[in-house]
Every structure is written in C-alpha cells, then in structure tokens.
C-alpha cells in the first residue's frame, strides 16, 4: 500500500493544472474584449479619417496611462507593466489607424 | 438661429466621445483581468520554483499561441496580434518567474 504524505508529495502537477485552467479562462475572457475593443477603434479610426484628424492623440493617450496606472495599483498589477500593456495596444491602433488614412478612406 | 445640416456638420466629437468612453470601459476589465492572471501566474512561478521547474515552458506557450490565434479568428481579432499580445505577456510572467527564482523563494 501507498503511504503519499501530502507534505512531502505536493500535488504540484495538479496545481499547475488548475492554475492554468484559470489561466487559459482569462486568457479567453481577454481575446473577446480586445476583439471588441478592436471593433471600436476601427471606428474611432474612420471617425478622424473622414474629419482629417491625426490617427495619434497624445493628449488623450497621456489620461490613458494615467488613468490606467491608477486601476492597475487599485488592482494590485503593477502599473509600470499596466503602461507598457496599454502602450503596446496604442502602438497598434495607431497602426491601424494610419492604414484607414493611407488607404484613403471616403465614409460610406 | 443656427441651421445645421446633420450631414454637413457630422457630431464628430460626440461619436468620438462615446466610442473612447467604451475603450475606457473595456480598458478597466482588461487591467482587472490582467491583475487577476498575474496573480495567477505568481502562484505558477511559486509552484515551478519549489518543483526547480524552469521559468519557461516552450510546449505550453505553443498550445496558448494557437488556441489564441483560433479564438482571435472566431471573435474577429486579428490572429497575429493575438499572438503578439500573448507573447508580450508571457515574456513578463517569465521574468516574473525569474525573479522569483533568482531570489532564491522559499516556499512558506
């Protein structure tokens, strides 16, 4: 008969698993809002396209950052890396942005 | 008195505000989210460190890249930001879990 004592055999195959089951849940949960969050910048993005508006706001990406470090200490992430995340999200819409200005878009 | 036409003098900042007021919405889910993953992700480095697991698992990133990609495509994100943002944030839970390591952690 096996005698496990759990102190000395830590389920850790087991932790790990359900640490990434939660893991793989978020991860779901963040694709769907970034999909969604995506959506709308693309309309942001023919918004300042169709009234000759920059595709970068460095006003209103600055209140981002802010704004953002703030939830990020209130929810205990660390806001240099809540900068970063939101930063890299900028890069990227602004990428897309100048796509929508470079293709010249006209409003449908 | 004023005489607008609509279609001459499009509500360009109200638009512009009611979208940017959503990305704010959706902005503090994905801090919240994200805080809630990290916590997570200390508790998978606490675990790998006390296993002497490395911080890294090549595998597993392989499975969470192409899940990612086929969830962008099923809500309509494109799949290779998808997996650009899933490397970013991999790549801050493995230093995380270098830390972590390097600091020599002793399990309480």
């Known amino acids: 008969m096996t005698d496990l004592d759990p102190a000395q055999e830590p389920a850790i195959p087991a932790a790990l698993a359900e640490a990434r089951a ?4 978020l ?3 963040l694709v769907h809002l970034l999909a969604e969050r995506f959506k709308i910048t693309r309309r942001v993005g023919r918004i300042k ?21 703030q939830l990020a200490v209130e929810s205990e992430l660390d806001p240099e890396f809540a900068e970063k995340f939101i930063t890299f999200i900028v890069r990227e819409v602004v990428r897309h942005h100048e796509q929508i200005r470079g293709a010249d878009w006209v409003a449908g």
């Not at 939660?22 to 849940?25: P, Q, V």
């Not at 000759?52 to 470090?69: H, I, K, M």
């Open 27 to 29: 991860d779901a949960a």
């Open 49 to 69: 396209a169709d009234a000759g508006l920059p595709p970068a706001d460095p006003a209103r990406e600055v209140e981002q950052v802010t704004r953002l470090r």
């Open 22 to 25: 939660s893991i793989d849940n």
